[in-house]
């Protein structure tokens, strides 16, 4: 397809476990930002990729949470030791960042981490 | 993490009114976003405005960026059931920077 694509939809795990969570943005888009929804809440940034660039990782909550983009397109978020307060949809979104243009990030549909 | 806010938190209107939400900040932003969330997806971007003071209409939605940097409000004008959703501002200050969001408007339609 042609936008954001993220898996798993839904993810329902034990505390304590690790979960693995994939973005696959639009292609060509060079940037790519995650994003954590807590039920009612509004979006909060997490870390941030461009390019070939060190990530912005000022978001992280903990040092439980990671991420990685390999080759410049999929991201993988990695959430290692689940708390259920890591419950929440986890969104995540690229940007063309073309030079000289506004630029939009578009987002996905998102995943519902539930921790039990 | 910092969320803008954003009122009011719920409206409940008849099809037909017009609405009104505003997001504030405590610090300047050099962009402001409106974007509305259904159900189950990612948020979709309504409005882009990139200079204070700007007044930027998308059809029924019109928001306008505060020469202060630090508020922006979005109106909606004859709502029609589409409309039903979470309404997100969101502040950036560059343009390949993170978004702020602010904690989000709901729009119910009363039949």
């Not at chain 1, 476990?17 to 509004?42: F, M, N």
């Not at chain 1, 997490?46 to 080759?71: C, H, M, V, W």
């Not at chain 2, 402001?32 to 007044?55: C, H, S």
């Not at chain 2, 508020?71 to 501002?89: K, Q, R, T």
């Amino acid at each position: 397809g042609a936008g954001v694509s993220q898996s798993p939809s839904n993810k329902v795990t034990e505390k304590g476990k690790d979960v693995e969570l994939r973005c696959d943005p639009i292609s060509g888009h060079t940037a790519l930002y995650w994003y954590r929804q807590s039920l009612g809440q509004g979006l909060e940034f997490l870390i941030y990729f461009q390019g070939n660039s060190a990530p912005d990782k000022s978001g992280l909550p903990s040092d439980r949470f990671s991420a990685e983009r390999t080759g410049g397109s999929v991201s993988t978020l990695t959430i290692q030791r689940t708390q259920q307060e890591d419950s929440a949809v986890y969104l995540c979104a690229s940007s063309l960042l073309s030079s000289g243009s506004p630029d939009t990030q578009y987002f996905g549909p998102g995943t519902r981490l539930t921790v039990l | 993490g910092q969320q803008l806010n954003q009122s009011p938190q719920s409206m409940f209107i008849q099809e037909g009114e017009d609405v009104s939400m505003n997001c504030t900040s405590s610090s300047i932003f050099n962009t402001w976003l409106w974007y509305k969330q259904d159900p189950g997806e990612g948020p979709v971007l309504l409005i882009a405005l990139y200079k204070a003071g700007e007044l930027t209409s998308n059809g029924r939605l019109t928001a306008q960026f505060g020469i202060t940097r630090k508020d922006s409000f979005l109106n909606i004008s004859a709502s029609i059931p589409s409309d039903v959703g979470i309404y997100f501002c969101a502040g950036q200050m560059g343009g390949n920077e993170k978004l702020t969001f602010g904690t989000g408007t709901r729009l119910t339609i009363i039949p």
